[in-house]
């Protein structure tokens, strides 16, 4: 069976080669627990460590700073509810936005019913949060804010490093979710001015499984999982060390082709957009007018239904802009915090490229889904997923 045109690399990414071999080769030898004194599992703590370096070198932070966790959602759990268990004494108020990561916002709603008060800041209609109401949020009680650097949806890149200026100024700890940058756009944890930081292992080209949270010396921060003393104590059990190394191997792999990687996302995303037009031309690109991540196209057809034509697109895998759910779809919540309506966000397609995305996959998939799009009936309000 010939392998679909992938254009849907923001949800998951293959493994690379390089990840694969540091997995297979730390699966086959460093087997031995890396607490232990003996040889095997001192062996073990050497691949750990070397992957902690490779690792901070991609962030340009201290290697002691950088935990491994059991990837992104774990990543921004442990951020978000250990930094306010942390400062509870401080404050009672934490601030998101209102298109965070659902491991970012099911926190917040955790955090609320236990008594804190969560403020979601609204984004303007490019999907960029609204800084001037960001700033109106951080008040006297507020003990965190988290900002994701870039959307998974849209693409549109968060302005972090004001929103860390305003937010730290008032003695508030910061936190961003660059799951979605990493290894796209340059991502230094000094540049943007977070406290901490999520990366997950399946973005980035690693296995599903692992991710790291970057962690500034000295930031209030209580471990989400307790137990042994593993990663300084701020994150216990007994480390994944073939995922460890593959996702060491994967941030040096990106630091390697930080330049390449960048233009080639940018040429292949940037073709499918123009390529899109050309076939489609009422379709509208949300985010358009923001500064997005090279390779993420977020697009409107009108008078189509995503699911329905997901299911007739042949050969192309991609992801709807909206949620497929028993009796119908639920539309993006990004898209509609944007203040884009509801049947716009059902016709949403998200299309993102990667590494090995090439022109004549773009082009072969832009001819597809006008196909698709020429023979799909509009739906009924409320239609079924497909």
């Known amino acids: 069976m010939t392998e679909p045109i992938y254009l849907d690399f923001n949800a998951t990414t293959p493994i690379a080669e390089e990840a694969r071999l540091a997995m297979d080769e730390a699966a086959r030898s460093a087997w031995g627990n890396p607490s232990s004194a003996h040889a095997l599992g001192v062996r073990a703590r050497r691949i750990v460590e070397k992957a902690r370096e490779r690792v901070a070198a991609l962030l340009g932070a201290p290697p002691g700073d950088v935990v491994f966790t059991g990837g992104g959602t774990e990543s921004d759990n442990a951020a978000v509810l250990g930094v306010a268990a942390a400062m509870r004494a401080r404050g009672r108020t934490i601030v998101i936005t209102a298109i965070e990561h659902p491991a970012v916002e099911a926190a917040a709603a955790r955090l609320e019913r236990e008594g804190f008060t969560a403020v979601r800041v609204r984004v303007d209609g490019s999907g960029r949060v609204r800084l001037d109401e960001l700033e109106r949020a951080l008040g006297r009680d507020a003990v965190l804010l988290s900002i994701m650097h870039a959307n998974n949806e849209t693409g549109v890149i968060q302005p972090v490093r004001e929103a860390a200026r305003l937010a730290r100024a008032r003695g508030i700890v910061v936190h961003t979710d660059a799951a979605q940058s990493a290894g796209k756009i340059p991502v230094r944890v000094d540049d943007l001015g977070v406290d901490l930081l999520t ?21 209030p921060f209580e471990p989400l999982l307790v137990g ?44 499918l957009e123009r390529a899109l037009k050309e076939r489609s031309p009422g379709i509208v690109v949300h985010g358009a007018g923001a500064e997005r991540l090279p390779n993420t196209l977020s697009v409107a057809i009108p008078g189509a239904d995503a699911n329905l034509l997901l299911a007739r697109i042949e050969g192309v895998a991609a992801s709807a802009g909206a949620a497929c759910h028993s009796g119908g779809t639920e539309p993006s919540r990004v898209l509609l915090a944007m203040g884009i309506g509801e049947e716009a966000a059902r016709s949403t ?25 020429r023979g799909t009936p509009p739906p009924p309000a409320g239609g079924p997923c497909g």
């Open 349 to 373: 397609l998200r299309l993102s490229t990667g590494r090995s995305t090439t022109i004549d996959e773009v082009e072969r998939a832009a001819d597809r889904i006008a196909e698709a799009v």
């Open 199 to 219: 990366l997950a292992g399946h973005k980035l080209y690693a296995p599903k499984g692992v991710g790291a949270l970057y962690v500034r010396s000295g930031t």
């Open 228 to 271: 042994g003393g593993q990663e300084g104590g701020r994150r216990a059990g007994t480390e994944n060390i073939p995922g460890i190394a593959a996702l060491g191997a994967a941030c040096a792999l990106a630091l390697e082709e930080s330049g390449t990687r960048l233009e080639r996302l940018r040429a292949t995303r940037d073709r």
